[in-house]
């Protein structure tokens, strides 16, 4: 099936550093998602982006965050800088309709720990 | 506030039993409910879903059954196997512009052979 790729598959930095997280998304599709899972737990919201822009961003996604995906190329999420709360599994995920009509494919994920 | 309600938190059954994993939910303007099933270490992958235009979806062992006047779904597996030992994720969506999906916590299902 169609795949997400994400790079690192995990990472360790230490606090107050930055990390950027990278997601190949299914090509053709137009929605991308990043998600926070601790201990493989909820699936948290953080944030949302279509046609270059940010659509809805939860409160977890602090103002330490920020999205891109340049020229069509890696859609990054990027964490400037890190906290200790920040550890977690992040799920890159794409979709060509959008959530409430369309399957979300998920990536298998980016393993942050900071220390 | 949880949004997106899940119980049991986990459960074990025996090879060949009925599973039965329950999802409820409150804000009336969901109209999607997808199922996604997360092997560990691995990421979330659809298994199935169900708008609010059905009562009932069937993929093979796999059954929604959607009660929307109470606003609780479940999902059924039949014929239980070791493979599908997993956590299973209800989820929801509204429509509009911002298409996200709303994860409850999730059941983790043991199958015993």
């Known amino acids: 099936g169609p795949k997400v790729l994400q790079i690192p598959s995990h990472q360790i930095i230490d606090m107050g550093q930055m990390v950027t997280l990278n997601c190949d998304p299914v090509?053709?599709?137009?929605?991308f998602y990043w998600y926070k899972q601790i201990l493989g737990q909820q699936m948290e919201f953080l944030v949302n982006?279509?046609?270059?822009?940010?659509?809805?961003k939860s409160k977890l996604f602090k103002d330490q965050f920020s999205v891109e995906r340049p020229d069509g190329s890696y859609f990054t999420l990027k964490i400037q800088p890190t906290a200790l709360e920040d550890s977690a599994v992040y799920f890159c995920?794409?979709?060509?309709?959008?959530?409430?009509?369309?399957?979300?494919?998920f990536g298998e994920g980016s393993k942050l720990t900071v220390l | 506030q949880q949004q997106v309600r899940q119980s049991p938190q986990s459960l074990t059954v025996w090879e060949g039993e009925t599973t039965i994993l329950n999802c409820s939910y409150e804000?009336?303007?969901?109209?999607?409910f997808p199922w996604y099933r997360q092997f560990p270490g691995k990421s979330p992958a659809l298994l199935i879903a169900?708008?609010?235009?059905?009562n009932k979806k069937e993929d093979g062992r796999f059954t929604i059954f959607f009660n929307k006047r109470e606003k609780k779904l479940s999902l059924h597996i039949t014929d239980s196997q070791p493979g599908d030992s997993a956590t299973y994720f209800c989820?929801?969506?509204?429509?509009?512009?911002?298409?996200?999906?709303?994860f409850g916590l999730g059941t983790t299902l043991q199958v015993q052979p």
């Open positions: 995920a794409s979709s060509s309709t959008g959530g409430n009509t369309g399957q979300l494919y």
């Open positions: 090509s053709n599709h137009l929605y």
């Open positions: 982006f279509y046609n270059g822009k940010v659509m809805e």
């Open positions: 804000d009336s303007t969901f109209d999607y």
């Open positions: 169900i708008s609010l235009v059905s």
């Open positions: 989820a929801a969506s509204r429509a509009g512009n911002t298409r996200k999906l709303i």
